[in-house]
């Protein structure tokens, strides 16, 4: 069983809906959540960063953990075409290495 | 945030020769990196820690012989694929650690694709 568990997708929605992404993990030791974007050959981008569970609002992002369920979620609004691309959720016990989802392929169509 | 440049962005060599890729932290002294490689649509895969002035750390069933990474300075490591064959291929991402950052947060490079004929 993968540590970090996300589904690949795609995910294709329209313009204007809200995207739902989430990653399940089971290793009760993760304090650090973050969600990563990254566009078709390029190197990933932080979009949210959020320790231990709480919700945590960017724009039109909003990150959610759960430890309890160890589940984790991010929600963009007014989703843009120019959103269209892979979401990786990663997570750490502290500082230093990442595990990371397999990515889910976000493709918003206008 | 932090700047993170990779060199090359794309590469494609003939089996059997050595590519090297160097990772750059452009804005601020990065003490820990990281190379992973990335196969089409599947993940980011972490391959090795390396920390400036000491050897590298290999994730399980990555060959250190054949990976071969240098963290010579605070601002640069390099990861030398040896030897490379057709199933070397793949996108190498590099990140670097920035200690400033209330979470040491990791920038990513923009990745070096490298093909072995």
């Known amino acids: 069983q993968k540590e970090v568990e996300q589904d690949p997708g795609p995910l294709s929605v329209p313009e204007g809906a809200i995207v739902s992404l989430n990653c399940t993990y089971s290793?009760?030791?993760?304090?650090?959540f973050m969600w990563y974007r990254q566009y078709s050959r390029k190197g990933p981008e932080l979009l949210m960063y959020?320790?231990?569970?709480g919700n945590k609002e960017d724009g039109r992002f909003t990150a959610q953990v759960d430890k309890s369920s160890k589940y984790i979620s991010l929600f963009i609004r007014d989703s843009q075409p120019s959103d269209s691309a892979t979401y990786l959720c990663a997570m750490t016990p502290g500082r230093g290495k990442l595990q990371f989802g397999a990515g889910t392929q976000v493709v918003v169509t206008p | 945030g932090a700047v993170v440049s990779q060199h090359p962005s794309w590469v494609i060599c003939k089996s059997g020769t050595s590519v090297k890729i160097e990772c750059r932290s452009l804005d601020f002294q990065a003490t820990t990196m990281f190379w992973y490689r990335q196969f089409p649509k599947q993940s980011l895969m972490l391959m090795a820690t390396s920390n400036e002035g000491s050897k590298a750390t290999y994730e399980q069933g990555v060959e250190k012989d054949k990976f071969l990474i240098n963290h010579a300075s605070l601002t640069l490591s390099t990861l030398t694929v040896t030897s490379a064959h057709p199933e070397d291929s793949s996108f190498y991402i590099c990140?670097?650690?920035?200690?400033?950052?209330?979470?040491?947060?990791?920038?990513f490079g923009p990745g070096t694709r490298l093909t072995v004929l």
């Open positions: 290793n009760s030791a993760f304090q650090y």
């Open positions: 959020t320790y231990s569970s």
């Open positions: 990140s670097a650690l920035d200690t400033r950052s209330s979470y040491n947060e990791q920038f």
